[in-house]
């Protein structure tokens, strides 16, 4: 599908869709419970029916009633040889291999290519020396384990998911276990979160230090309450506050541990001056904030390398659609420049690289100088509501 622009700015109130980290974590959590829950205000995003399609495969029952979420883990994890169906969601996979290696049976994880190309190096590195199979094909990956409780060490400076996932597979487990974090520990807001998740569950899960995460035996609650707003998707709404609109972003948790909640104080930096903005714990607002700063008088953003091995590689494909524009980015090592550009309407249609947040970003761009992009579907990944909402607050596009 083909979004074309004409320049405009947007008015009005809209909230943040739920958050999707949160939505994750709190359905693995409601899993991990052995107690039915209830979660309102799910936004079902292609990422996160992911989670569900696995939830379900792995026996627990699921029912959706609008935007809630009933969990049944009555049956969770008693299940024989299932196949998890990830689609593209590098949370989805990363969450459910340490799970599926609590089997000791042959759990198969499916996934689109560029899902696979993901780095994975952290869990296999772990399955070789634990004498557990796991074994990559260019859409799959299998494993087969009796993982244990215990000590583990795994690296801080890939993905937050890694730690997560091992973090559920360990509660699952049941007995005490720790996890020693190899630095640089990058995206650390992202644990937070999901210990916090889990404390709502009453699991006893903490930081003993800074570098060390210990996970006690639990007795775990039922738990029924409402998904928190998206502040990294919220950025592309609030964005436009910058470039001349008046939008009112409500749903959201000021006191969240979200880090991309950062977005407010860079987009003000970026407004300001030609800031330099680490994006070490932020990837995810990487392509918003390369297309701020090319809007307004550019930044230097270091911290930058995680950005090759998201849906898209983000950087170059942020650089190719600036390009059309009249811009461009200046790449070095682990730092990306923005310079200053007058970016204009581009006689090409722009590649949406199937990245939901390239999309955005460059829709955010289009509202300026106007143009098409094609590809827009990929929203569904994360915000499936995104083109409708922005229409809602005026923006001029037309969708064919």
């Not at 999901?194 to 998740?197: E, K, L, R």
């Not at 909640?261 to 003000?268: D, G, L, N």
């Given at each position: 599908?083909i979004?074309?622009?004409?320049?405009?700015?947007?008015?009005?109130?809209?909230?943040?869709?739920?958050?999707?980290?949160?939505?994750?974590?709190?359905?693995?959590?409601?899993a991990?419970s052995?107690?039915?829950?209830t979660?309102?205000?799910v936004d079902?995003?292609?990422?996160?029916?992911a989670?569900?399609?696995?939830?379900?495969?792995?026996?627990?029952?699921i029912?959706?009633?609008?935007?809630?979420?009933e969990?049944d883990?009555?049956e969770?994890?008693?299940?024989?040889?299932?196949?998890?169906?990830?689609?593209?969601?590098?949370?989805?996979?990363r969450?459910?291999?340490?799970l599926?290696?609590?089997?000791?049976?042959?759990?198969?994880?499916?996934?689109?290519?560029?899902?696979?190309?993901?780095?994975?190096?952290?869990?296999?590195?772990?399955?070789?020396?634990?004498?557990f199979?796991?074994?990559?094909?260019?859409?799959?990956?299998?494993v087969?384990?009796?993982?244990?409780?215990?000590?583990?060490?795994?690296?801080?400076?890939i993905?937050?998911?890694f730690?997560?996932g091992?973090?559920?597979a360990?509660?699952?487990?049941?007995?005490s276990?720790?996890?020693s974090?190899?630095?640089?520990?990058?995206?650390?807001?992202?644990?937070?979160l999901?210990?916090?998740?889990l404390?709502?569950?009453?699991?006893?899960?903490?930081?003993?230090?800074d570098?060390?995460?210990?996970i006690?035996?639990?007795?775990?609650?039922?738990?029924?309450g409402?998904?928190?707003?998206?502040?990294?998707?919220a950025?592309?709404?609030?964005?436009?506050?910058?470039?001349?609109?008046?939008?009112?972003?409500?749903?959201?948790?000021p006191e969240?541990l979200?880090?991309d909640?950062?977005?407010?104080?860079?987009?003000?930096s970026i407004?300001?001056?030609t800031?330099?903005?680490?994006i070490?714990?932020?990837?995810?607002?990487?392509?918003?904030?390369?297309?701020m700063?090319?809007?307004k008088?550019?930044?230097?953003?270091?911290?930058?390398?995680?950005?090759?091995?998201?849906?898209?590689?983000?950087?170059?494909?942020?650089?190719?659609?600036?390009?059309?524009?009249?811009?461009?980015?200046?790449?070095g090592?682990?730092?990306?420049?923005?310079?200053?550009?007058?970016l204009?309407?581009?006689?090409?249609?722009?590649?949406?690289?199937?990245?939901?947040?390239?999309?955005?970003?460059?829709?955010?761009?289009?509202?300026?100088?106007?143009?098409?992009?094609?590809?827009?579907?990929?929203?569904?990944?994360?915000?499936?509501?995104?083109?409708?909402?922005?229409?809602?607050?005026?923006a001029?596009?037309?969708i064919?």
């Open positions: 599908m979004a074309t622009f004409e320049p405009c700015t947007l008015a009005g109130s809209i909230d943040a869709p739920p958050s999707k980290s949160m939505a994750h974590r709190y359905l693995i959590g409601a991990l052995g107690k039915t829950c979660l309102s205000g079902f995003s292609e990422d996160i029916l989670s569900i399609d696995c939830l379900k495969a792995l026996g627990a029952k029912s959706i009633n609008g935007n809630t979420v969990i883990p009555s969770f994890m008693q299940v024989d040889n299932p196949v998890l169906e990830c689609r593209e969601s590098g949370s989805t996979l969450f459910f291999i340490p599926a290696l609590c089997l000791g049976k042959p759990v198969t994880l499916r996934g689109s290519r560029r899902l696979m190309e993901r780095p994975l190096d952290v869990y296999e590195e772990l399955c070789h020396a634990k004498g199979t796991f074994t990559k094909t260019e859409e799959s990956v299998t087969c384990g009796s993982l244990q409780c215990g000590e583990y060490e795994l690296k801080g400076g993905s937050s998911q730690i997560t091992l973090i559920f360990l509660l699952y487990l049941g007995e276990s720790s996890i974090i190899i630095p640089p520990f990058e995206s650390r807001s992202y644990v937070d999901t210990i916090s998740a404390k709502s569950f009453g699991a006893d899960v903490r930081f003993a230090e570098l060390k995460i210990e006690e035996p639990s007795t775990m609650d039922s738990y029924t409402k998904i928190e707003g998206d502040w990294s998707n950025a592309f709404l609030d964005a436009f506050n910058h470039l001349g609109s008046s939008v009112s972003v409500g749903n959201l948790k969240s979200q880090g909640r950062v977005y407010k104080e860079y987009f003000e407004s300001a001056g800031p330099t903005l680490d070490s714990n932020c990837p995810d607002l990487g392509p918003i904030l390369f297309a700063a090319a809007l008088n550019g930044a230097v953003f270091t911290g930058t390398d995680r950005l090759k091995a998201k849906e898209s590689d983000r950087g170059a494909a942020m650089h190719e659609e600036l390009q059309k524009c009249g811009g461009g980015l200046i790449f090592d682990n730092e990306i420049v923005v310079p200053k550009q007058t204009q309407r581009s006689d090409m249609v722009l590649d949406g690289h199937n990245d939901h947040r390239i999309v955005m970003a460059m829709s955010v761009v289009l509202s300026i100088v106007g143009g098409s992009i094609d590809g827009i579907e990929a929203v569904k990944k994360s915000y499936p509501n995104f083109f409708n909402d922005i229409v809602q607050l005026g001029k596009v037309d064919k």
